[in-house]
């Protein structure tokens, strides 16, 4: 599976749209994008994930690039409870056990 | 998350005695996790399971095994805890590879 790099911290003002940012310049053609979020010691939440077409749901929006090397998470209003840790991963969704590699992601500090 | 239970949610233990971990789904999920996450290491595979009776090593399996007897259940088991395997460990399930995960809210365990 393909490395991800992201920014280790952000912040973000509450009610403004928090933009998280990862580059996966060696991703395969078969490869999607995943997003997860941890909350202070909870377990990971799944946000949302791509192949190659930008998706939206009711927690967020992805933005795949056209060359998919890299991608943009969209939180459109944050909120203090999205304060988190945030997870860009990228494999092969028909790897054998269907396995995420996990790597630092980036702490996102919304403020009021 | 609804529909998945991991327990104990705290437990400490010896070095030296044999632990086990419960996790329980109610969503009849075929794919089923086991992740430890420690400072610094973001989450770590430990077994996964593809069905009944199916399952296979991850990243950091040395000295632990896992059973699946049920669909609903997945069991982790320290043969002879160390205290490098105190940890906080997360059960995850989906339904098929291509999914997002849902995870569990957490072990705690402490090896003493």
């Known amino acids: 599976d393909a490395k991800t790099t992201q920014p280790p911290s952000m912040d973000c003002a509450e009610g403004r749209a928090a933009n998280l940012p990862c580059n996966h310049s060696t991703i395969s053609g078969n490869e999607y994008v995943y997003w997860y979020r941890q909350i202070h010691s909870q377990g990971p939440q799944y946000i949302i994930h791509g192949l190659k077409n930008n998706e939206t749901n009711e927690m967020a929006s992805l933005i795949i690039t056209e060359d998919r090397k890299s991608s943009t998470l969209i939180l459109p209003h944050a909120t203090l409870r999205d304060t988190a840790v945030y997870y860009c991963i990228v494999r092969v969704a028909e790897n054998a056990g269907n396995m995420l590699t996990f790597g630092g992601g980036t702490r996102l500090m919304v403020k009021p | 998350d609804a529909g998945i239970t991991q327990s104990p949610r705290h437990k400490v233990t010896e070095t030296g005695t044999p632990v086990t971990l419960r996790c329980h789904q109610t969503?009849?999920?075929?794919?089923m996790y086991w992740y430890r996450q420690d400072p610094g290491h973001g989450l770590r595979l430990i077994h996964y399971s593809y069905g009944v009776k199916d399952t296979d090593k991850g990243e950091v399996s040395d000295g632990y095994s896992v059973s699946r007897s049920k669909t609903e259940d997945f069991l982790l088991t320290l043969e002879s805890a160390t205290s490098s395997q105190t940890s906080v460990y997360f059960c995850?399930?989906?339904?098929?590879?291509?999914?997002?995960?849902?995870f569990g809210s957490g072990t705690r365990l402490t090896v003493v």
């Open positions: 969503e009849n999920h075929r794919y």
């Open positions: 995850a399930i989906s339904e098929a590879r291509r999914d997002g995960y849902t």
